[in-house]
């Protein structure tokens, strides 16, 4: 279905163009004219602004780094092939008017409940967009021959092989806009152009909303409710976003949520301390969970595995009661990059029987919970699972603390110990060490943002790897160290990656935000 879509875009974009007769834009926005009941509907709400974030691309480093991997000489040689196979220079709302299209308006796209994809396009010169589909038409399918049909009172004009074959391109205008589809979507198209009034985009008081505390942004997709694409999901609907400017690039989603409500309240910020302070100043990864960790029991075993899973319930360990129940708001941890990670042994395996992942990423962290009375006695019954999933965790005495000390075959795991009415986490033992002996005050209690709030900054991240002395990089280090600073230098314009997860009022919202180094806002090409 996402492939059928992107390839009725580029047939919309494609082609010649010719001059023509004006036509007058219709009253109606565009959410008037896209249908209510569809299984998504993607809304652009400028057209030029598309072309606009195309010459951001070419801006980025990042992006030029990545081009010549795909063959291609720059970010701008991509964006230049881009544009070819669309047939017209989005980057040019002169170009855009000469393929017969409004830039100044919205494009929008249907997905329908029969899988059927069609293109609402905003029509400046309907003789030029005529001109351009049928050169699609021929282009494409080498159907040239020209048709007209009716559907009730919509006149569709079509694009055949020959005449009497069926045809593979059409569409109709309507107040200013042009819908189109191929094949079997073509016999839908009169009905697209005549929703009822209750029928419209516009009067789903759902998406109403969502617009309303969406904020600005470059592209929206709807999944309204009843969507087939989210009935695997806990969601009733989804308003999902993107945005690019020279800051940042954005991914936001925002969903009514039919979930499991115990789930929907550890997705929901709780008020609590923020620990942060005891996390290692070279931590690149920071993250902070602040939601209510009993109403992770329902996805208990899918967020531990099914092999972790299936020992605890053999050892009679119940993680509800000895773990969730027990955890307060304002857990906090990090990442740090290790002092000689093995850098001469490649991309490291994701599989931990084979791969340490704290030979190359330090842990720290810390978790509130109800009292500290509970924590050694809760370690104790780890302790005597942990045979089960292949570890061993022995209590020992450091610096006079009590302390589990947890090894597998791949040698440290993730050692334990109280500090007041929390449990420190950390690997190897030196980050438990720190993480113990810090002083540092927690920041005052407040409700958090968030109930999960996760950073990486992608330049701590990138001054630790070059800090990394001679040893780590072994035989080869003499290749490896200045292919890898290449790297971070040819992508160092994105600063920082940071996820969010939380819920509020029976509403969840997720957002991946990259942050960007650009020097000033990208110019329009005219």
Same mark, same amino acid.
């Given at each position: 279905?996402?492939?059928?879509?992107?390839?009725?875009?580029?047939?919309?974009?494609?082609?010649?163009? $010719?001059?023509?007769?004006?036509?007058?834009?219709?009253?109606?926005?565009?959410?008037?004219?896209?249908?209510?009941?569809?299984?998504?509907?993607?809304?652009?709400?400028?057209?030029?602004?598309? =072309?606009?974030?195309?010459?951001?691309?070419?801006?980025?480093?990042?992006?030029?780094?990545?081009?010549?991997?795909?063959?291609?000489?720059?970010?701008?040689?991509?964006?230049? *092939?881009?544009?070819?196979?669309?047939?017209?220079?989005?980057?040019?709302?002169?170009?855009? *008017?000469?393929?017969?299209?409004?830039?100044?308006?919205?494009?929008?796209?249907?997905?329908? &409940?029969?899988?059927?994809?069609?293109?609402?396009?905003?029509?400046?010169?309907?003789?030029?967009?005529?001109?351009?589909?049928?050169?699609?038409?021929?282009?494409?399918? !080498?159907?040239?021959?020209?048709?007209?049909?009716?559907?009730?009172?919509?006149?569709?004009? +079509?694009?055949?092989?020959?005449?009497?074959?069926?045809?593979?391109?059409?569409?109709?205008?309507?107040? !200013?806009?042009?819908?189109?589809?191929?094949?079997?979507?073509?016999?839908? #198209?009169?009905?697209?152009?005549?929703?009822?009034?209750?029928?419209?985009?516009?009067?789903?008081?759902?998406?109403?909303?969502?617009? *309303?505390?969406?904020?600005?942004?470059?592209?929206?997709?709807?999944?309204?409710?009843?969507?087939?694409?989210?009935?695997?999901?806990?969601?009733? @609907?989804?308003?999902?976003?993107?945005?690019?400017?020279? +800051?940042?690039?954005?991914?936001?989603?925002?969903?009514?949520?039919?979930?499991?409500?115990?789930?929907?309240?550890?997705?929901?910020?709780?008020?609590?301390?923020?620990?942060?302070?005891?996390?290692?100043?070279?931590?690149?990864?920071?993250?902070?969970?602040? !939601?209510?960790?009993?109403?992770?029991?329902?996805?208990?075993?899918?967020?531990?595995?099914?092999? #972790?899973?299936?020992?605890?319930?053999?050892?009679?360990?119940?993680?509800?009661?000895?773990? #969730?129940?027990?955890?307060?708001?304002?857990?906090?941890?990090?990442?740090?990059?290790?002092?000689?990670?093995?850098?001469?042994?490649?991309?490291? /395996?994701?599989?931990?029987?084979?791969? @340490?992942?704290?030979?190359?990423?330090?842990? /720290?962290? #810390?978790?509130?919970?109800?009292?500290?009375?509970?924590?050694?006695?809760?370690?104790?019954?780890?302790?005597?699972?942990?045979?089960?999933?292949?570890?061993?965790?022995?209590?020992?005495?450091?610096? !006079?603390?009590?302390?589990?000390?947890? +090894?597998?075959?791949?040698?440290? =795991?993730?050692?334990?110990?109280?500090?007041?009415?929390?449990?420190?986490?950390?690997?190897?033992?030196?980050?438990?060490?720190?993480?113990?002996?810090?002083?540092?005050?927690? $920041?005052?209690?407040?409700?958090?943002?968030?109930?999960?709030?996760?950073?990486?900054?992608?330049?701590? &991240?990138?001054?630790?790897?070059?800090?990394?002395?001679?040893?780590?990089?072994?035989?080869?280090?003499?290749?490896?160290?200045?292919?890898?600073?290449?790297?971070?230098?040819?992508?160092?314009?994105? *600063? /920082?990656?940071?996820?969010?997860?939380?819920?509020?009022?029976?509403?969840?919202?997720?957002?991946?935000?990259?942050?960007?180094?650009?020097?000033?806002?990208?110019?329009?090409?005219?």
């Amino acid at each position: 279905m996402t492939r059928r879509l992107l390839l009725v875009v580029a047939l919309a974009l494609a082609g010649c163009s $010719k001059c023509g007769k004006k036509v007058e834009a219709g009253q109606s926005g565009l959410i008037d004219v896209l249908p209510r009941g569809a299984v998504a509907v993607v809304v652009v709400p400028k057209l030029a602004d598309s =072309g606009a974030k195309l010459v951001l691309l070419e801006q980025l480093k990042v992006a030029g780094f990545v081009a010549p991997l795909q063959g291609f000489a720059s970010a701008k040689a991509f964006a230049d *092939e881009v544009v070819r196979q669309l047939g017209v220079d989005l980057r040019s709302p002169a170009e855009l *008017e000469k393929a017969g299209l409004d830039p100044n308006r919205g494009l929008g796209a249907a997905v329908l &409940l029969t899988g059927d994809v069609y293109l609402v396009l905003p029509v400046k010169d309907a003789s030029a967009l005529h001109a351009r589909l049928e050169g699609i038409s021929f282009s494409r399918f !080498g159907a040239g021959a020209g048709a007209s049909q009716q559907q009730g009172a919509v006149t569709v004009k +079509t694009f055949a092989r020959e005449q009497g074959q069926p045809p593979r391109l059409g569409y109709t205008l309507a107040n !200013g806009w042009a819908f189109v589809g191929r094949d079997e979507t073509i016999a839908k #198209l009169g009905q697209a152009a005549s929703l009822g009034e209750t029928d419209r985009l516009s009067k789903d008081t759902e998406l109403a909303s969502a617009l *309303e505390g969406a904020g600005p942004h470059d592209v929206f997709a709807w999944l309204g409710s009843g969507s087939p694409v989210l009935q695997a999901t806990p969601l009733l @609907n989804a308003f999902v976003t993107l945005s690019l400017s020279n +800051t940042a690039a954005e991914v936001r989603v925002r969903g009514q949520w039919k979930g499991k409500p115990e789930l929907l309240a550890a997705l929901t910020a709780q008020k609590a301390p923020d620990l942060s302070p005891v996390l290692p100043a070279d931590a690149f990864l920071v993250g902070r969970y602040s !939601g209510d960790a009993k109403g992770l029991a329902s996805i208990s075993r899918e967020l531990l595995g099914p092999h #972790l899973a299936r020992a605890f319930e053999l050892g009679g360990f119940e993680l509800k009661t000895e773990v #969730l129940d027990r955890v307060q708001p304002g857990t906090v941890f990090s990442l740090s990059l290790a002092d000689r990670p093995p850098m001469d042994r490649g991309v490291p /395996s994701f599989d931990i029987r084979q791969t @340490n992942p704290f030979a190359y990423a330090h842990l /720290s962290g #810390l978790a509130p919970v109800t009292s500290a009375d509970v924590i050694m006695p809760t370690l104790e019954k780890v302790a005597q699972v942990a045979p089960r999933f292949g570890a061993k965790l022995e209590k020992q005495q450091r610096d !006079g603390r009590d302390l589990y000390f947890t +090894t597998w075959s791949q040698g440290q =795991g993730v050692h334990f110990g109280p500090k007041g009415a929390a449990v420190a986490f950390g690997s190897p033992v030196q980050r438990l060490d720190a993480v113990l002996a810090s002083e540092a005050a927690p $920041k005052a209690e407040a409700l958090a943002t968030h109930a999960l709030d996760v950073s990486i900054d992608l330049g701590k &991240l990138g001054a630790s790897v070059r800090a990394l002395p001679e040893s780590a990089w072994g035989l080869g280090g003499f290749a490896l160290k200045p292919t890898t600073v290449r790297w971070i230098d040819a992508t160092d314009d994105l *600063e /920082s990656i940071s996820f969010t997860a939380g819920a509020k009022d029976g509403k969840v919202v997720a957002a991946l935000k990259l942050s960007l180094a650009l020097a000033a806002p990208a110019a329009k090409v005219q």
